[in-house]
C-alpha cells in the first residue's frame, strides 16, 4: 500500500508532504489547479519519462519526488535480484537535477529507471481516459487472467520450456548466418598460425618488469663497481681499516684504557665486509646477455603477432584465438550441429504446445466465471444492454503463451461483436476498463490503483454506479481516484483538494486533506458550480450521507 507522498520543487509544487490512507482516496479541484502535476510526479517516481529540466520550479535546485510503500516481506527475493536491501516501508525516490539528467534509488540504492518502473509499477497502477493501458496490453491483461484463473503453476512450466525454445531457436539463428562472409580456407590458415602461439597469462607483463630491471642493473653496474673498487681495492677502505685495526690492538698492549674501542671498530669491519659482499653479489645478478636477448625476441614475436591480429593486447589475442578455434569447429561441424539443433527443436515444440494447452486449458476454465462477471458489472457501471465477451486467438507462440485474449463488444442489443478498442466510446473504453479492472483485479498483487478522471463523460445515476463501484474495489485494494464528479467524490474514504496559490510573484499548487464540514463544500461546489448555495450543501449532506 502506498503509505506516504513526498514532493518538492516539481512545476508548481513547492513542497508537499502527504500521507496518504488506505480504501478510497478521492481528489478535487478546479481545473488547472495542479491535479495532472501531482499525478505527473507520481508517474516520475514510478520510472515513467520526462524531460527532467522542464519540471523544476526552480531551476537551479533539484526535484524530489519520493513513494512510501509498503511492502510485504514474500517479495524479499526480488530486492535480492536487484542488489537492494529490503524495508517494509520501501522509498522509491526520483530525483530531476537542473542538469536535465535523473536518478533512481530504491531504499538509497541507485537503480535504473527502467528497474524503478519494473519495481514499482507492481505496486501501482495508474489509469486514464486517455491511455487506454489494460485494454491494449497483452501482458498485463494475462498477469490478470491467470492470477484470476490460479495458473500460476500452468504458466510457470510453460515459461520453463518457452526459455528452452528460444535459446534453441537463437542459436539455430546463429549457426544459419555463422560463416556466410567467412574464407574457410583463409579461416582454418589462420586458426593453424594462432594454434601455435601460446602465451601465458601474465607473461607479457613479467617480460617487461624483467626487462626494465635488466636495465635498471646495467645503468647501476658502473656504480657498483666504483663502489666496490673503493672498498676491496689495494689500500681502499677495507684496507685502510684492517690497518687501523692492527695499530689499535699494538696501543693497547701498552694502553688498556683504548681497548673498548675495540667493538666499534669491530662492527665497522663487519658493516664494510657485509658491504663489499652485497656489492659483489648486486654485479653477478645481471642477466645473462643470451637471456636478455631471448627475452627481447619473445617480447618482439609477442608483439608482431598483436599487431597483426589487430587486437590490443596479448590477452585479447589470445581471447580471438579461442573464438576463432571455436568458430572454426563450429563451421566444420555446421550441418551436423544444425541437424541435431533442429531435432531438437522438432521436440521442444512439441513440449511447447502441449504445455501451451495446459495454460490456455486453464485460463479456458477460468473464462466462463469472467465471462458472468462482465455481465454483472458493466450493468453496475450503466452499461446494462452492453455485450462484452473475451475470446482467444491463436497466435505464434511467446512469453504469454499461444493465444492472446480478444474483448469483443456490442454497445447494444443486435449490434455486431466487435474489437473493443475499435467501436467503443471514450466514455464506454473508461467504465468498461474499470469492470475489467473489477473483475480481474481482485485476485491480482497490485495494491494501488489510481483513476485519472476515468469517470470523465458519464454523470448523474451512472456517476453513482461508477463511484459505489470504486469504492467496492477499495475494500480490497486502495483506490486513488481524480474526478469532477460529486457522486465519486461522495463516495471517498478520504478527500483532497487541490488548490493553486498565485501570488505577485509566485504560484503555486498544495494538496489539503478535507475535513467533514470541507468535504461537504467542496462537494457543494461540483455540484453548483464556483456559487456554492444550501441546496447544494444540503444536496452534497445526502451524498455524502445516504438513506
Not at 134 to 147: N, T
Request: charged share 30%; proline share 2%; hydrophobic share 40%.
Amino acid at each position: 500500500m502506498l503509505q506516504h507522498i513526498e514532493i518538492s520543487n516539481f512545476i508548481l509544487i513547492h513542497q508537499l508532504s502527504l500521507p496518504v490512507s488506505n480504501g478510497m482516496t478521492v481528489m478535487t479541484g478546479e481545473t488547472g489547479a495542479g491535479k495532472s502535476i501531482l499525478l505527473g510526479a507520481l508517474g516520475a517516481a514510478l520510472g515513467g519519462r520526462l524531460a527532467a529540466k522542464s519540471v523544476l520550479k526552480d531551476s537551479s535546485k533539484k526535484a524530489v519526488i519520493e513513494l512510501t510503500i509498503k511492502v510485504s516481506e514474500s517479495l524479499k527475493a526480488e530486492f535480492e535480484i536487484l542488489d537492494i536491501d529490503y524495508a517494509k516501508d520501501t522509498v522509491f525516490r526520483r530525483e530531476l537535477l537542473p542538469s536535465g539528467k535523473s536518478r533512481c534509488f530504491i531504499n538509497d540504492t541507485p537503480v535504473k529507471a527502467a528497474d524503478l518502473a519494473r519495481f514499482a509499477g507492481s505496486f501501482i497502477d495508474i489509469n486514464s481516459q486517455s491511455d487506454s493501458g489494460l485494454l491494449h496490453r497483452v501482458g498485463q491483461q494475462m498477469e490478470l487472467i491467470d492470477a484470476f484463473a490460479n495458473a500460476t503453476k500452468e504458466r510457470s512450466a510453460y515459461l520453463q520450456v518457452f526459455e528452452k525454445y528460444t535459446t534453441i531457436k537463437d542459436e539455430l539463428r546463429r549457426l544459419e548466418e555463422l560463416g556466410q562472409n567467412d574464407d574457410l580456407d583463409y579461416l582454418r590458415f589462420v586458426v593453424n598460425e594462432l594454434k601455435n602461439v601460446h602465451i601465458e597469462e601474465g607473461e607479457y607483463e613479467t617480460i617487461e618488469d624483467q626487462l626494465l630491471q635488466a636495465k635498471s642493473l646495467k645503468e647501476n653496474l658502473d656504480q657498483f663497481h666504483s663502489l666496490y673498487g673503493l672498498l676491496n681495492k689495494d689500500g681502499g677502505a677495507l684496507d685502510q681499516i684492517y690497518s687501523v685495526e692492527n695499530a689499535l690492538n699494538k696501543i693497547i698492549a701498552s694502553q688498556g684504557s683504548f681497548e673498548k674501542y675495540l667493538p666499534s671498530l669491530a662492527e665497522a669491519v663487519s658493516t664494510l665486509t657485509d658491504l663489499a659482499k652485497a656489492t659483489k653479489d648486486s654485479m653477478n645478478t645481471g642477466f645473462d646477455e643470451g637471456e636478455l636477448e631471448a627475452l627481447k625476441e619473445r617480447k618482439r614475436s609477442i608483439d608482431a603477432m598483436v599487431r597483426k591480429h589487430r587486437v590490443l593486447t596479448p590477452e585479447e589475442l589470445m581471447d580471438k584465438k579461442s573464438g576463432l578455434v571455436e568458430k572454426l569447429e563450429k563451421l566444420e561441424n555446421k550441418e551436423k550441429e544444425l541437424e541435431r539443433l533442429s531435432k531438437e527443436l522438432v521436440k521442444v515444440e512439441a513440449d511447447l504446445e502441449g504445455k501451451a494447452e495446459l495454460l490456455h486449458a486453464k485460463r479456458m476454465k477460468a473464462s466462463d466465471t469472467i465471462q458472468k462477471a462482465f455481465a454483472t458489472y458493466l450493468e453496475r457501471v450503466d452499461l446494462p444492454k452492453a455485450k462484452l465477451e473475451m475470446t482467444w486467438e491463436k497466435v505464434a507462440a511467446s512469453v504469454h503463451g499461444t493465444y492472446k485474449p480478444v474483448f469483443m463488444f456490442a454497445a447494444n442489443p443486435g449490434s455486431a461483436m466487435e474489437p473493443l478498442h475499435k467501436v467503443a466510446s471514450g466514455g464506454e473504453q473508461s467504465r468498461i476498463k474499470l469492470a475489467l479492472k473489477a473483475v480481474l483485479g481482485k485476485h491480482a498483487a497490485l495494491s494501488t490503483q489510481i483513476f485519472d478522471e476515468i469517470d470523465t463523460g458519464i454523470s448523474g445515476s451512472t456517476a453513482e454506479k461508477v463511484g459505489a463501484l470504486m469504492k467496492e474495489l477499495a475494500d480490497n485494494q486502495q483506490i486513488i481516484t481524480i474526478t469532477h464528479l460529486p457522486q465519486v467524490a461522495a463516495a471517498g474514504n478520504t478527500h483532497w483538494k487541490v488548490v493553486k496559490n498565485q501570488l505577485e510573484n509566485d504560484t503555486t499548487s498544495q494538496v489539503n486533506p478535507l475535513n467533514k464540514e470541507q468535504r461537504v463544500d467542496e462537494i457543494a461546489r461540483l455540484l453548483s458550480g464556483t456559487k456554492v448555495t444550501e441546496a447544494a450543501k444540503n444536496q452534497a449532506k445526502v451524498l455524502l450521507n445516504p438513506l
